[in-house]
């Protein structure tokens, strides 16, 4: 049982950030997303929420070529930092270290994107009549 698992839907609000970090250059993905809910007839809440990407997550990211705009699906941990800003206060912020991570894309009106069929022709290009076609 997960105590910590948090599962979001959102856009990329700019391109990821690759690095490798450490002398083992691991490979890491920063990231930001905008999940936008309605909380209301006519109001709708965004939040914004970072993705650090690790590992395989951050070549997933890379390899398909995410980018500002992309729908992506993330699951993972909740991870919070504090820290205190050059007016001395103390902040919070909060970033989703995810177990995995998707694009999401439109399927096609069609789903299945198969080519159409062509009926084979004859020298002078007509199509023949195959007995048993009825030909309109």
């Known amino acids: 049982m997960y105590n910590n698992r948090i599962t979001v839907k959102g856009n990329l609000t700019r391109d990821p950030v690759f690095k490798e970090i450490g002398e083992s250059k691991r490979n890491l993905a920063e990231m930001r997303i ?7 007839k006519d109001k709708e809440e965004t939040l914004f929420i970072d993705v650090d990407a690790w590992g395989y997550n951050a070549e997933y ?14 699951e993972g ?11 001395d206060t103390k902040r919070t912020s909060y970033s989703i270290s995810p177990v995995s991570l998707h694009k999401t894309v439109k399927p096609n009106s069609g789903g299945y994107n198969r080519p159409k069929p ?3 022709s004859n020298s002078e290009g007509q199509t023949p009549v195959v007995a048993g076609d009825i030909p309109f």
């Open 34 to 40: 905008a999940v936008t809910d309605k909380v209301g």
């Open 61 to 74: 990211a890379q390899g398909c070529n995410l980018k500002k705009g992309d729908k992506v699906i993330v």
């Open 77 to 87: 941990r909740l991870r919070s930092r504090e820290w205190t800003d050059q007016n």
């Open 118 to 120: 062509t009926a084979p």
